[in-house]
């Protein structure tokens, strides 16, 4: 699992941006500076990019099969 690293513009994912966040599961960068300084920070700390990595496949694994899920719920209230 890798660290997962983004910029302000999350508009498109702002939802799952704000999950990893709160799970710690990712970085948020504002600019150039902080992009490099967090960069240097996880190749020089791999607990720490190892954590942001495994927290961040944590993440996406318990969203796995929600489209299934959503679609379950519709077809049984359908019924």
């Excluded at 660290?3 to 960068?29: C, H, R, Y």
């Excluded at 150039?32 to 954590?51: E, R």
């Excluded at 099969?65 to 379950?72: D, M, Q, R």
């Amino acid at each position: 699992s890798k660290p997962i690293l983004f910029g302000p513009n999350v508009f498109n994912f702002a939802e799952i941006s704000t999950d990893l966040l709160e799970q710690n599961g990712a970085i948020q960068v504002s600019n150039a500076d902080d992009l490099f300084k967090s960069i240097t920070v996880l190749l020089t700390d791999t607990k720490t990019a190892k954590t942001l990595g495994n927290n961040a496949n944590q993440y996406f694994q318990s969203k796995q099969g929600a489209v299934n899920k959503l679609i379950e719920q519709v077809r049984l209230s359908l019924h």
